[in-house]
Structures are given as C-alpha cells and as structure tokens.
Nanobody, 120 residues
Framework: QVQVVESRGGLVQPGGSLRLSCAAS????????MGWYRQAPGKQRELVAA???????NYHDSVKDRFTISRTNGKNTVYLQMNSLKPEDTAVYYC??????????????WGQGTQVTVSS
C-alpha cells in the first residue's frame, strides 16, 4: 500500500505565508509527478501546482508568482510554499502522487486533505 500524508494547514491572515508538505511512502517503483489540488465549498477540485520527476512545474493562473512547489526526489516529498495569501485561497488542500508500482501499473493516490483558511 502507498500512503500520501500531508502536513497540517491552518489559519493565516491575508498577506501571510504558509508552507505545506506531503510525503508519499510504500511500494513505489517510481513517482512520475506530485501535486497539490484544492477544493473550496461549493466548487470543484482544482489543480494548484504540480511538479514532475524532471522538475517541470505547472501552476494555476491564480497562484502564479505567489506559490512555489518544490520536491525532494529521494524522499518522495513535495512542498508548497504559499505567500501573499488571499481569502480566496481558503480551501481544503489535497496532495496527489502519480506513481508506478513494480508491475508497471500507473496509480494515482491522494492524501486526506488539510484545511487552509485565510482570514483576518
């Protein structure tokens, strides 16, 4: 089994910063990409940022220049540094890992989600 475990989010004032981390562990042959998604009440889950094993990154337009995703390949860990947070960033944030098992099957695994609230 593979586990994807996120760090705890929290309450942050507008303009503040928060760093999330996520670690994937288990019978993983290779991780192709890891990313962060978020889902606000009444809205669909959306991609926030993703990073491939080669280091290529992709961001939602609303977080470009404010959020940075990074990864420690050897430890299958991904980080999301969130700066200049806005109330509209409030959501449950989910970590995702796209990985390959030892039989060559591609699998997508999710963390349990962590609440990020931006409010004064």
């Amino acid at each position: 089994q593979v586990q994807v475990v996120e760090s705890r989010g929290g309450l942050v004032q507008p303009g503040g910063s928060l760093r999330l981390s996520c670690a994937a562990s288990g019978s993983i042959f290779r991780i192709n990409a890891m990313g962060w998604y978020r889902q606000a009440p009444g809205k669909q889950r959306e991609l926030v940022a993703a990073i491939t094993s080669g280091g290529n990154t992709n961001y939602h337009d609303s977080v470009k220049d404010r959020f940075t995703i990074s990864r420690t390949n050897g430890k299958n860990t991904v980080y999301l540094q969130m700066n200049s947070l806005k109330p509209e960033d409030t959501a449950v944030y989910y970590c995702n890992a796209d990985w390959v098992d030892y039989s060559g099957t591609i699998v997508k695994s999710w963390g349990q989600g962590t609440q990020v609230t931006v409010s004064s």
